[in-house]
């Protein structure tokens, strides 16, 4: 009795290893395929001590928008509201990271947020000025 369960447990092995090969064999019309693309890498940069200190986080946002300072004010608008997101995301990763307060993280977009801006500043879609930086 102990020979029949261990040769149907073979057969099966056997019908196991042999199956796949059989059905991964291409059609014999099928062309040539092309193999999906790699997904596309996201790329988060990860914050250390000196990125997340107030001074450096102030001096870094008000460098970022100044190759775009000859830029009509609709597209500066813009370029402000994907600073204040940005800024948002790297405030928000120091404070995960426990590099920084969530007091001083708030307190530091707030001041960096209530700077100098004009005031028709409106959200716009971005316009190509046909000028690179």
Known sequence: MTRRP???TLALAALVMV???VSMAPPAAAGPTRPEPP???KVLYDPDQATCQPAHVERTFAEQLRPWADQPEPVQARLRLL???MLRGSLQRCVSRGLL??????ALEQRLLA????SNAQPTSPQPSGQRP
Do not use: L
Not at 101 to 106: L, T, V
């Open 115 to 118: 700077g100098p801006q004009p």
């Open 6 to 8: 261990h040769a149907a």
């Open 19 to 21: 199956a796949p090969t």
């Open 39 to 41: 997904p596309s890498r």
């Open 101 to 106: 307060s969530a007091a001083d993280a708030q």
């Open 83 to 85: 600073q204040a997101e």
